[in-house]
């Protein structure tokens, strides 16, 4: 059994509530069915969402829903979810309420009782990509209750009262938000109002975890945002991706290769009965590493290499090592199912290439051995190489051993 599954034994059930009942009295017209590269925005929207559920479920303002539903302007997909080919996502559409809060409450009870993974996304964010969809939902699979992607502000930001606010510690929120979906149920139980999901699910003591956001992922407010979408999905279009979408952070096959760096560093451990594990190979008679899992900084170095630039954050969002249940847990069963979790977004690894840093053990006699063990849980070509601090520093001392990896991904 793959380790991230664990939650929910199996590959969990998702199910998307597609928020699209706003008027758009301030634009002039709903937003959602403006024009945007040649479609609607709920279009780009739609398409996303499908991609990465098993259903979705399209909450519309009253006078919409036929439109919706039947005739040339229906949503409809192709059966195309990833990790299900020939499957096709079952689309309901349903009529939405006076808010927001409302409106998912509509969507919620439109799914049925089986879905374990709810994710609410923004009708009028048509450039939110498949990895993004991606990191919320394997958060979630992971254990949080909620997952939310969040971007730094980068503005000066004012309290009216109080000034300067410490920007450092400001993140905005986006959509697609994720959630257990029990947990979204019971924060709607007695039909609360919020401006976004997350809020409600962290009042009734939910757990919700950051996921890197998508600073392109823009919220069409104005119709000077619907110029910028525009230039932005002709940047995208140079670069083929996702299905569905011309993503520009989730190339497919053939499209621009992503380059990424990771790093891991452990110091040895005190325990004698420790056993030393690199790329998924033990060195009998070395001292071992301290850590919450194996600690094999090779594989955690690959993880974190793959995962950050396919936007899935690091070996840490999906492992926490405060986490009781990853433990002393295989590293290279860590690596194979991040590297599941990088395909699930529409990826392919190419191959990774790491550097050890050690002054023991030497690696020569054992590198074929941990090239083929890592390369079988990566699906990839890994090569391995191990290097010598030359006594500068608390490597050079031999205090622990340290990882880099690059990783290329189409």
């Known amino acids: 059994m793959s380790v991230a599954r664990s939650v929910f034994q199996g590959d969990p059930a998702i199910w998307t509530i597609l928020v699209a009942a706003g008027e758009g009295r301030r634009f002039g017209g709903p937003k959602q069915l403006q024009p945007l590269g040649g479609r609607r925005v709920i279009d780009w929207a739609f398409d996303a969402a499908a991609a990465a559920s098993h259903g979705v479920v399209v909450v519309a303002a009253p006078e919409q829903v036929q439109l919706l539903r039947e005739g ?3 949503l ?9 080919p020939g499957e096709r996502p079952q689309v309901v ?18 799914i049925p009782d089986e879905a374990q993974v709810i994710a609410v996304h923004d009708a009028v964010r048509p450039l939110a990509t498949g990895a993004l969809f991606a990191a919320v939902t394997t958060a979630v699979a992971a254990g949080a209750d909620g997952a939310v992607p969040a971007v730094p502000v980068v503005d000066t930001v004012r309290h009216a009262d109080d000034g300067a606010l410490d920007r450092s510690r400001l993140r905005a929120v986006q959509t697609p938000q994720a959630f257990r979906a029990g947990a979204l149920r ?10 976004d999901d997350a809020t409600l699910v962290e009042s009734i003591g939910g757990s919700l975890h950051l996921v890197n956001g ?11 945002d619907l110029e910028v979408a525009e230039a932005l999905l002709a940047g995208r279009a140079a670069t083929p991706g996702e299905a569905g979408q011309p993503g520009r952070s989730a190339p497919a096959s053939g499209g621009v290769p992503l380059v990424g760096i990771g790093f891991d560093v452990h110091a040895f451990s005190d325990d004698p009965d420790r056993a030393l594990v690199l790329g998924g190979v033990r060195f009998e008679g070395e001292r071992g590493l301290a850590g919450h899992s194996d600690a094999d900084a090779v594989a955690h170095a690959c993880c974190d290499a793959i ?13 926490p090592d405060d986490d009781d249940r990853w433990r002393d847990a295989d590293s290279i069963a860590l690596l194979a199912e991040a590297a599941e979790h990088v395909r699930r977004t529409g990826r392919r690894i190419g191959n990774i290439d790491c550097t050890v840093l050690a002054e023991r053990p030497r690696l020569a006699p054992r590198r074929a051995e941990m090239q083929a063990r890592l390369s079988e849980a990566a ?11 030359e006594s500068l520093g608390a490597l050079g001392r031999g205090e622990g051993i340290a990882c880099w990896a690059v990783a290329l991904l189409t």
């Open 72 to 74: 040339p302007g229906a």
């Open 76 to 84: 409809s997909v192709e059966p195309r979810r990833a990790g299900a």
């Open 93 to 110: 559409v349903t009529a939405g309420g006076a808010t927001r809060s409302e409106s998912v409450r509509a969507g919620i009870a439109a």
């Open 186 to 195: 019971r924060a709607h139980e007695d039909a609360p109002e919020a401006t």
């Open 214 to 224: 998508d600073p392109a992922n823009l919220k069409i407010t104005t119709p000077g």
């Open 307 to 319: 995962l950050g630039i396919a936007g899935l954050g690091d070996i840490g969002s999906l492992f």
């Open 379 to 389: 699906g990839a070509p890994v090569t391995v190489r191990g290097k010598r601090a």
